[in-house]
């Protein structure tokens, strides 16, 4: 009798930005591109399609969590590896990706342990930012909150994309190369993580 295969790694991405021309935003969307042009099935979500009002316990007490909490932690559970982008701002990660994984981390099905959600799939992060670093001061935030506040799994490979608004070409991809080659090394380091996980 042989062990069944392990299954296929499906990747969700987003970035924490609602803004319309966020880099981040864009550089998300070009992850999953890449994804499944490299035969790795991903999805795309756009945070400003979930809005939610600011985490509040009493809030929560009232009325539960929010319908679009449990559309995206669905849309977690529905995949097996998570990239993050992730803009800086002021050395740390936005506000509304801080209040959306709050949100997440709150929605619990009947029969889940408390987390499951994070705690069962492999998550990557990424940065983009004008600045010469890339948002790298930002992703140390994001990495702790994740791991120590979740107990998440998070690649220690991670993208950054500095001087980022000329970064892309007419069509959305990036003009260079080796910038492309790593995050395309991140997205598989992802999806074989993925896979490991789950197998």
Same mark, same amino acid.
């Given at each position: 009798?042989?062990?069944?295969?392990?299954?296929?790694?499906?990747?969700? @991405?987003?970035?924490?930005?609602?803004?319309?021309?966020?880099?981040?935003?864009?550089?998300?969307?070009?992850? *999953?591109?890449? +994804?499944? *042009?490299?035969?790795?099935?991903?999805? =795309?979500?756009?945070?400003?399609?979930?809005?939610?009002?600011?985490?509040?316990?009493?809030? %929560?007490?009232?009325?539960?969590?929010? !319908?679009?909490?449990?559309?995206?932690?669905?849309?977690?559970?529905?995949?097996?590896?998570?990239?993050?982008?992730?803009? %800086?701002?002021? +050395?740390? =990660?936005?506000?509304?990706?801080?209040?959306?994984?709050?949100?997440?981390?709150?929605?619990?099905?009947?029969?889940?342990?408390?987390?499951?959600? =994070?705690?069962?799939?492999? @998550?990557?992060?990424?940065?983009?930012?004008?600045?010469?670093?890339?948002?790298?001061?930002?992703?140390?935030?994001?990495?702790?909150?994740? %791991?120590?506040?979740?107990?998440?799994?998070?690649?220690?490979?991670? =993208?950054?994309?500095?001087?980022? *608004?000329?970064?892309?070409? %007419?069509?959305?991809?990036?003009?260079?190369? !080796?910038?492309?080659?790593? @995050?395309?090394?991140?997205?598989?380091?992802?999806?074989? +993580? *993925?896979?490991?996980?789950?197998?």
């Amino acid at each position: 009798m042989t062990d069944a295969p392990a299954p296929d790694p499906r990747l969700l @991405f987003f970035a924490g930005s609602a803004r319309q021309a966020s880099f981040n935003k864009r550089v998300a969307r070009l992850g *999953a591109v890449i +994804a499944e *042009a490299n035969s790795i099935p991903a999805t =795309f979500v756009d945070l400003s399609d979930y809005p939610m009002p600011l985490y509040d316990g009493d809030l %929560e007490a009232a009325s539960g969590q929010p !319908e679009n909490a449990h559309k995206l932690k669905n849309l977690m559970m529905a995949h097996t590896g998570v990239f993050i982008m992730s803009p %800086e701002y002021n +050395a740390s =990660f936005t506000p509304l990706l801080k209040n959306t994984l709050d949100w997440i981390s709150h929605v619990r099905d009947d029969g889940e342990s408390p987390l499951e959600v =994070f705690r069962t799939r492999v @998550f990557a992060l990424g940065a983009a930012s004008n600045g010469g670093t890339g948002g790298l001061r930002g992703l140390s935030q994001l990495r702790l909150m994740l %791991e120590l506040g979740t107990g998440a799994l998070v690649l220690p490979n991670q =993208f950054l994309l500095p001087r980022a *608004a000329d970064a892309f070409d %007419e069509h959305g991809h990036l003009k260079n190369k !080796e910038q492309t080659e790593q @995050f395309k090394t991140v997205i598989q380091r992802l999806a074989r +993580a *993925a896979r490991v996980l789950h197998g």
